[in-house]
Structure formats: C-alpha cells, structure tokens
C-alpha cells in the first residue's frame, strides 16, 4: 500500500509539471485567481503564523530538514543498491510533495501577469528618457544627501539600527496602499537569517522562504542596504516574484516611507541601477553625468562594493549561476540579467511623476 502511494505522488509530480506549463500561458488567470486571490489569504496567514517570533523558523525548517536529509541517506545508504526502487520512489514521492507546497504557497506567482501591464506603463524605453530620468534623480538623490551628510564628499551613516529598519518598512508600504490597494502590507515578517555568513559567502542579500513566508535579510550587510534590501523581500512576500519587479517596488517602498534615510536609500538605489545602464550604452556619456553625483553618495555605493569584495571566493559564481538557472527554470527567461529591467519599470512609472 505504501508503495503505490509513493507511486501515485511521482505520477502526481508528472501532471503537476504539466499543469504548471500550461498555466503559464495564462497570466491573466493566475493573477485574478492565484497572485490576487488565493495567496493574499496564504501570505497573510504566514506572516500572522510566523511574523511574531522574533528569529527566522523557515531557517530553523532548513536546518531540520537537512539534519534529517543527512540522516536519511545514512540510515539508507545500503537501500541505494539494494533497493534501489524503492530508494527511488522515496526520493520521488518527497520532491512531488515539495514541489507541491512550493507553487501553492508561493511559487505560482512566477507566472503572474507582468508588472508593467498592470500598471499600464510601458516596458521599452530610449536612452533619451533614460538620460532625462537619471539627470532628475541624480538631482532628488544629491538634494537629500546634502540634507543628511555633512558635506557633499561625506557619505550617509544611518541612525537607525538593523533591527529598527525592519520596523519601519512598512511605513512606506502604507503610503503606496492609498495609491495601489494591492501593496498593503500587513502583519510585518521580516528578519535576519541566520544563515547570513553562509548569504554573503554566496553573494546574496536576502531571500523569501516560500514555506513560511518571512523575509529573510542577510544581517551582514551594510546598514545602508537594510531598507531596499528589507523592501524588496517584502515586495517578494506580496507575490512579486520577479527579481526586477521586487527592486521596482520594493525602491518605490523605500522613497515614500516618511523617513528621510529610507528616502535616501531608496533613490540612490535606482540610481546606481540606471548609472549602471548609462554605462553600457555610452561609457563617455556614464563619466560626464557621474561627476554631477554628489560623491559622499559614490562613498556609500562604495561601502557595499567593498563589503562585498571582502567575501569574494572561487564558489560565488557556482551559487550565481545556479540562481540564474533557477530564475530561468521559472519564467524568468534573463536570468540573474532581468535585475537590471527595474530600469525600464522606474523610468517608464516616473515620465509623468514629480520624483
């Protein structure tokens, strides 16, 4: 009886995986029935559930899971020439069940309607809008810095804590809900990973844990990336599961919160996207505008650059290249490139917007 249970979750793997290629030609359906529908109530229940504890659970799941992984293949070892179907159908029959949890709690949100469309702007943009946008932010981004440094060389220190930050993202988000219903964010859930060594080693921020729904924030980073890095996980919490999409709106997060240094880290992160941008389409054009950047600004940029250098090590690109791969797996067609699209979405959404 076991066994045809086992043999019933791998074939339910099978019509899973056909299900889903199917669904992902009808955007529209999963956003009316799954992204706006079903997982606003999955979502809320977890943060609710998990948003209170004060460490990350889905990081103690992790934990657990791999003790037990670890245990299983040697209490089975011998299974494996022994019995080697029923070693197999084990395996089958546990990736079917997760694979199922995945897509339900969260993972569906792959296939989604784009952003742009829901928002009715456009998606393409020319390097003269391009240009036009980055000279405006560089504007707003050099105004609040000299607010807040003491002079125009000097870079932002925060005043606020890493643990502070957390309690202040949804600040922004509420500002944003009287505009977009949609980006209400209730019942916080975001925290520190404990795994935040094993992060930056790998060379990532954050992450979603899609079986619990808390954001995970590598505690590692500078306090400067704490209020784009926290709003982006939460935008992932809100069923934006693209990478460019989350950056979107999780910038967007940070500039109406009514904290000045969220303000601050929020412009000055699309910046550095959109300065990245104007670097690849005319390198003359990228160092005549940088020079008008405020350089205390250019500091901050450069405390992450060598954050993040200090922990370089030869598996870093494996663990990149691993996430591109898995970006691609799931409708996200540009990999780890589709990072930079948040320029298209922050150019197109401010063409007719004061910054």
């Not at 030609?25 to 079903?38: A, D, R, V």
């Not at 932010?137 to 810095?145: D, F, G, Q, V």
């Not at 069923?239 to 989350?246: H, P």
């Not at 898995?326 to 979405?345: D, T, W």
Request: charged share 20%.
């Amino acid at each position: 009886m076991l066994k045809n249970k086992k043999i019933i979750l791998i074939l339910f793997l099978g019509i899973q995986i056909l299900l889903i290629s199917i669904l992902k030609s009808f955007p529209k359906f999963i956003e009316q029935f799954y992204s706006n529908g079903l997982y606003v109530f999955i979502s809320k229940s977890m943060r609710y559930a998990f948003g209170w504890i004060p460490f990350s659970m889905g990081d103690i799941f992790y934990t657990i899971a791999s003790i037990y992984l670890i245990r299983w293949l040697i209490i089975n070892r011998k299974r494996i020439v022994k019995d080697t179907i029923n070693w197999l159908l084990d395996i089958g029959a546990t990736i079917s069940i997760a694979y199922f949890a995945f897509h339900i709690l969260w993972a569906f949100n792959y296939y989604r309607q784009p952003l742009y469309k829901s928002l009715n702007i456009e998606a393409e943009y020319t390097t003269e809008q391009l240009v036009s946008f980055t000279k405006r932010l560089i504007k707003r981004s050099n105004a609040i810095h000299n607010q807040l440094a003491v002079n125009d060389s000097a870079k932002v220190e925060m005043p606020f804590t890493k643990s502070e930050a957390f309690d202040m993202v949804s600040n922004g988000y509420e500002t944003l809900s009287k505009m977009y219903p949609h980006l209400h964010y209730q019942s916080k859930s975001v925290k520190k990973s404990i795994y935040s060594t094993a992060l930056t080693y790998m060379g990532f921020s954050g992450y979603l844990n899609p079986f619990t729904n808390e954001a995970q924030v590598n505690g590692l980073i500078p306090v400067y990336k704490f209020p784009t890095t926290s709003c982006h996980e939460a935008a992932h919490q809100l069923g934006y599961a693209a990478e460019n999409e989350a950056n979107f709106i999780g910038s967007l997060a940070a500039i109406h919160n009514d904290d000045i240094h969220f303000k601050y880290s929020g412009y000055t992160f699309g910046l550095r996207y959109c300065l990245v941008e104007i670097f690849r389409r005319d390198k003359d054009l990228y160092y005549d505008i940088l020079s008008t950047v405020n350089k205390g600004i250019l500091k901050n940029y450069q405390e992450v650059e060598d954050f993040w250098r200090s922990y370089e090590n030869p598996l870093e690109p494996m663990f990149e290249k691993t996430f591109d791969s898995f970006l691609k797996a799931n409708n996200q067609s540009a990999g780890m490139k589709s990072y930079s699209y948040v320029v298209a979405l922050l150019v197109n959404y401010y063409d007719d917007k004061v910054l």
